[in-house]
């Protein structure tokens, strides 16, 4: 079974600090890989996707994550965070010719403090 | 607008109770999911259908049911055999597709039980 790890439960930054969020998955097999974004009060929603092809995929928002197999890491980054980014971020993983279940992490709450 | 709705958005029940909540999704999406989030501990798989008439056990499926009648619907019972069902819950859907597994979230119901 696949399982999905987030080192960091709470990160505050300043605004335009830089900004990485880890996320480690555990499964032997070929993934699909996604981040959502829960900013307040508002839906899941998804920041980006990795399916196949170039590890380092764009996201909306100038976000970007790069997967790194040998690592199976797929972590989060901005150059560049905004007050507006505050929000609470989950990884995601699917294994490929599975059972089509997500398996997400415990997410990371960001505060970015203007 | 294609999307998913949730109903309501807050519900307060009793002890002893069980409650339903309901999910629509005009996507025509074959796969549809419940979630249940709890501060700390990510999103959590309750039931999943991937077809009309069918459904599966996800991680933390004790406690609740499903039905499956229509492919637009897939309502949640929590019942009252649900040890601690205060938490926010979600629903999802996504095309039927074992390589890519998007799926597309509700706004969610918050409920608490008294």
């Known amino acids: 079974a696949q399982s999905v790890s987030q080192h960091n439960h709470h990160v505050i930054l300043s605004e335009a600090a830089s900004l990485e969020l880890g996320c480690n998955y555990s499964y032997g097999g070929t993934v699909n890989l996604f981040w959502y974004v829960q900013y307040p009060g508002q839906h899941l929603q998804l920041l980006l996707k990795?399916?196949?092809?170039?590890?380092l995929v764009k996201g909306i928002k100038g976000f970007e994550a790069e997967f790194i197999k040998s690592k199976f890491s797929f972590n989060l980054r901005k150059p560049s965070v905004q007050w507006s980014d505050t929000a609470e971020y989950f990884c995601?993983?699917?294994?490929?010719?599975?059972?089509?279940?997500?398996?997400f992490g415990t997410g990371t709450r960001l505060t970015i403090i203007p | 607008d294609g999307g998913i709705t949730q109903s309501p958005k807050y519900l307060f029940r009793k002890e002893g109770q069980n409650v339903t909540l309901s999910c629509e999704q005009n996507?025509?999406?074959?796969?549809m999911y419940w979630y249940r989030q709890d501060p700390g501990q990510g999103l959590r798989l309750i039931y999943y259908?991937?077809?009309?008439?069918?459904?599966q056990k996800g991680d933390i499926a004790e406690g609740y049911s499903v039905s499956r009648e229509k492919k637009e619907s897939f309502p949640l019972t929590v019942t009252s055999a649900q040890k601690n069902p205060t938490a926010f819950y979600l629903c999802?859907?996504?095309?039927?597709?074992?390589?890519?597994?998007?799926?597309?979230f509700g706004p969610g119901t918050r409920l608490t039980v008294l």
């Open positions: 999802a859907s996504s095309i039927r597709d074992r390589v890519i597994n998007e799926q597309f």
């Open positions: 259908s991937q077809i009309v008439n069918d459904f």
């Open positions: 996507l025509n999406h074959d796969a």
């Open positions: 995601a993983v699917n294994a490929i010719l599975g059972n089509e279940k997500l398996t």
């Open positions: 990795y399916f196949s092809g170039d590890p």
